[in-house]
């Protein structure tokens, strides 16, 4: 069965610090990896889009690295701001079609000034 | 250019009722995908249409049923209401052969209480 698991589940920080969020995956075949933010009431939104041969993405203060070796992703934010408060979806997409999607229950991220 | 729109924000029903959800893509967007989000679940797909057809559906009794009408917009029913169907209620959209075919664009959702 595939699978996303995300670490940790919740994670307080302060404004300015640097974090780094968990993505293990056991999804068969592999086409690509998403982290999504989701905001409190909103949908989510793609923050990066990663395929089996790249291992970093950056968007931002948000970078994104794979290893599709050992199956796993995590997701940095460097120098956090209040509005980086919310949960941090990681999507595993299996072959071609977006109905082949396996999320995880993201990490829910709270930035305290 | 305007997102993807959904109705209701909120709803509020009793066990054994019946809802329509309803979903406006992007323009130009061909795909409508729904998802239930429940609390402390992940986002878990509910059905696909392409081009006014059901493409897939995902693991769900048949009392989750939709449709997509010929401006590709969708609505989600929802039948015989239990209350663990109260949950948040996504709609996506994307254009299935446009160049960021993969990347979906997610509405605000509808957020389906059952009491």
């Known amino acids: 069965k595939n699978q996303v698991e995300q670490s940790p589940q919740s994670l307080i920080i302060l404004e300015g610090k640097n974090c780094t969020l968990q993505?293990?995956?056991?999804?068969?075949?592999?086409?690509?990896l998403r982290w999504y933010k989701q905001d409190t009431g909103r949908g989510p939104v793609s923050l990066t889009i990663?395929?089996?041969?790249?291992n970093t993405k950056s968007n931002g203060r948000y970078t994104a690295t794979l290893d599709a070796d050992t199956k796993q992703s995590s997701l940095h934010i460097t120098a956090s701001q209040l509005s980086d408060s919310a949960s941090y979806i990681c999507?595993?997409?299996?072959?071609?079609?977006?109905?082949?999607?396996?999320f995880g229950k993201g990490t829910h991220l709270i930035i305290q000034p | 250019e305007a997102g993807v729109t959904q109705s209701p924000t909120h709803l509020i029903k009793t066990r054994g009722q019946q809802v329509t959800l309803r979903c406006s893509p992007i323009?130009?967007?061909?795909?409508v995908y729904w998802y239930q989000q429940a609390l402390g679940l992940g986002l878990q797909f509910l059905l696909w249409?392409?081009?006014?057809?059901?493409?897939n559906r995902g693991n769900f009794p048949p009392r989750f049923s939709g449709r997509q009408f010929p401006n590709y917009s969708s609505e989600l029913n929802v039948n015989a209401l239990e209350l663990e169907d109260s949950a948040l209620y996504l709609c996506?959209?994307?254009?299935?052969?446009?160049?960021?075919?993969?990347?979906?664009?997610f509405g605000a959702g509808t957020r389906l209480s059952v009491l």
């Open positions: 323009s130009g967007h061909t795909s």
């Open positions: 999507v595993v997409a299996s072959g071609g079609g977006a109905d082949g999607l396996t």
């Open positions: 996506a959209s994307n254009n299935p052969r446009g160049t960021v075919r993969d990347i979906q664009y």
């Open positions: 249409y392409d081009e006014g057809e059901e493409r």
């Open positions: 990663m395929t089996f041969s790249e």
């Open positions: 993505c293990n995956y056991t999804v068969s075949p592999f086409s690509n």
